[in-house]
């Protein structure tokens, strides 16, 4: 190989070193440019791990009727886990054991969440308190970071009897507050 063959073949790989370079550093600009913005940090910054108290109502998905406000916590481990534990007076004490489930995310800031916790004992109608029947509770829901310390959710309620026929379903929306 002669000497100007070698330079270049050196200038080739310097151009093309540079010009990945460029392409690399073009395509970092609009994160760091968010990442400086006072309305994108917290965005970047957000993560769903760890524990939120939660303000849920449910309602009629049809009908849009909905009931009181009760507070559940919710525990999100890294690893996808998900534990919850509920207020709703809607239910007799001991009546229903606290839920477990997952949760991944879907999206910059949405996520998918699904939990099942055990209706223990069957109990009748209460005024605007439905009827329960022992079986399982399973919540399935679209979660959406809302702010650094916040979210908002809107799912579906499903109750099972013990054969894993549907009894009853509704719905329910949520705004959830980090726990600290």
Known sequence: MTQLTTLKTRAGWAVRLLASAA????????????SNHPDFAWLLNAKLQGTWRVEVTTY?????????????????????SLIETTSNPGFLP???????????RTGR??????????IQFASDARGPIPAFKRGTQRL???????GRDG????????????????VMAGCAKAVGTRFE
Not at 109 to 118: I, K, R, T
Request: aromatic residues 16%.
């Open 109 to 118: 800031n949405f996520y998918h969440m699904v939990s099942e916790a055990f």
């Open 140 to 146: 399935d829901g679209g979660l959406e970071m809302t």
């Open 23 to 34: 392409v690399v550093m073009a395509a970092a600009a609009p994160a760091s440019a968010h």
């Open 60 to 80: 009629n998905c049809s009908t849009l009727l909905e009931g009181k406000p009760f507070i559940s916590f919710l525990a999100f481990g890294a690893d996808g």
């Open 94 to 104: 001991g009546q229903r054991s606290g839920g477990f489930g997952y949760w991944e």
């Open 151 to 166: 979210f908002s959710v809107d799912s579906t309620v499903t109750f099972f009897d013990e054969a894993g026929a549907v």
